[in-house]
C-alpha cells in the first residue's frame, strides 16, 4: 500500500509565497516521476509541473518563472515552491507519483490534495 500525503496549502494575498510538500510512503520499490496537478472550481484537473527522478523538470506555461518543484529522493518527497502566487492559482493541489512497488508493478498514485486560496 502506498500513500501521498500533501501539506503546506492555505488561505495567502496575491503575491506572496507558499510551498507544498508531498510525502510518499508505503511499500515503495522506487520512484519515477513526481509531479504536481491542480483544479480549480468548475474546471479540470491540470498539470501543474513534473519532476523526474533525474531532477529534470517541466512546467505548465502559468506558472513558469513563479513556481519550482523539487524531490529529495531519499525521502520520497516532492515539494512545490510558489512564488507571486495570483488569484487564478487558487485550486485544490494535488501531488501525483509514478511508483514501482514490486518488481512487476507499476502504478500512478494520488494524493488527497490540498486547498489553496490567493485572495485578497
Known amino acids: 500500500q502506498v500513500q501521498l500525503v500533501e501539506t503546506g496549502g492555505g488561505l495567502v494575498q496575491p503575491g506572496v509565497s507558499l510551498r507544498l510538500s508531498c510525502a510518499a510512503s508505503?511499500?515503495?520499490?522506487?520512484?519515477?516521476?513526481m509531479a504536481w496537478y491542480r483544479q480549480a472550481p468548475g474546471k479540470q484537473r491540470e498539470f501543474v509541473a513534473t519532476?523526474?527522478?533525474?531532477?529534470?523538470?517541466n512546467y505548465a506555461d502559468s506558472v513558469k518563472g513563479r513556481f519550482t518543484i523539487t524531490r529529495d529522493n531519499a525521502k520520497n518527497t516532492v515539494n512545490l515552491q510558489m512564488n507571486n502566487l495570483k488569484p487564478e492559482d487558487t485550486a485544490v493541489y494535488y501531488c501525483?507519483?509514478?511508483?514501482?512497488?514490486?518488481?512487476?508493478?507499476?502504478?500512478?498514485?494520488w494524493g488527497q490534495g490540498t486547498q489553496v486560496t490567493v485572495s485578497s
Open positions: 501525483n507519483a509514478d511508483i514501482r512497488t514490486t518488481i512487476t508493478r507499476r502504478s500512478d498514485y
Open positions: 519532476i523526474t527522478s533525474g531532477a529534470s523538470t
Open positions: 508505503g511499500s515503495i520499490f522506487s520512484i519515477y516521476s
